[in-house]
């Protein structure tokens, strides 16, 4: 069962490019790795997902290396509006009625003026 | 178009009290899920449905029952309240395509049990 461990915390800047780095030792074959993001009194909302090498969309990348065992999500030029929760989640997207849906604990970002 | 949906938004309830949550999506998804989250714990699968009529047990269950009895719908149950269940309960609706899955989350339901 993959288990996931994220930084508890970090801090920026607005302006600065953010990396928050997302440790999965266990990842199986069919895991795929998604990042979701939450502010207070929201629920989750996905932002990016990949299976290896780096996946970009309009609001991050996603850097996955060969042996899968880690993901970095990249945050470029935050701003205030990006101060939430990021979760790195790592699932059998596959296994059907034996769903395992792993949640890290989350990396609260404070960006600051 | 609401995408997901969870009521009530916030319940009180004492201790061997039952209550529903309802949670409602319009994205015509099969896979529906209900978690919880708690303070240092992040979120806990509880129940999940791949589809109308299926249920399966998550990493929690014990304490809750859930139904799906319409596809749009996914309900769960708490029929006897304990204090261990005060937390907040979130409904995702999941999207699947080429293998890869989206959740959507519904808004959140917080419970308080005394």
């Known amino acids: 069962l993959a288990k996931t461990t994220q930084p508890i915390s970090m801090d920026s800047y607005e302006g600065q490019e953010v990396n928050i780095t997302c440790s999965h030792n266990?990842?199986?074959?069919?895991?795929?790795i998604t990042w979701y993001q939450q502010f207070p009194s929201q629920g989750p909302r996905f932002i990016i997902q990949?299976?290896?090498?780096?996946v970009t969309n309009e609001v991050a990348s996603l850097f996955i290396p060969a042996d899968r065992k880690s993901s970095t999500l990249s945050l470029p030029r935050v701003s205030l509006s990006d101060t939430a929760v990021y979760y790195c989640?790592?699932?059998?997207?596959?296994?059907?009625?034996?769903?395992?849906?792993?949640w890290g604990l989350g990396t609260s970002l404070a960006v600051n003026p | 178009n609401a995408g997901v949906t969870q009521t009530p938004k916030f319940r009180v309830l004492k201790t061997g009290q039952s209550m529903t949550l309802l949670c409602a999506q319009d994205?015509?998804?099969?896979?529906m899920y209900w978690y919880r989250q708690d303070p240092g714990m992040g979120l806990r699968l509880i129940h999940y449905?791949?589809?109308?009529?299926?249920?399966a047990k998550g990493e929690v269950p014990d304490g809750y029952n859930v139904s799906r009895l319409k596809k749009q719908n996914f309900l769960l149950g708490l029929e006897s309240a304990a204090p261990s269940q005060t937390s907040v309960y979130f409904c995702?609706?999941?999207?699947?395509?080429?293998?890869?899955?989206?959740?959507?989350f519904g808004p959140g339901t917080r419970l308080l049990v005394l």
């Open positions: 995702a609706s999941t999207r699947r395509d080429m293998g890869r899955e989206t959740q959507y």
């Open positions: 994205m015509n998804h099969e896979y």
């Open positions: 449905s791949v589809g109308e009529g299926t249920t």
């Open positions: 266990n990842i199986a074959t069919n895991d795929y």
């Open positions: 990949g299976y290896k090498t780096k």
């Open positions: 989640l790592v699932g059998d997207e596959n296994a059907g009625n034996n769903r395992k849906l792993i």
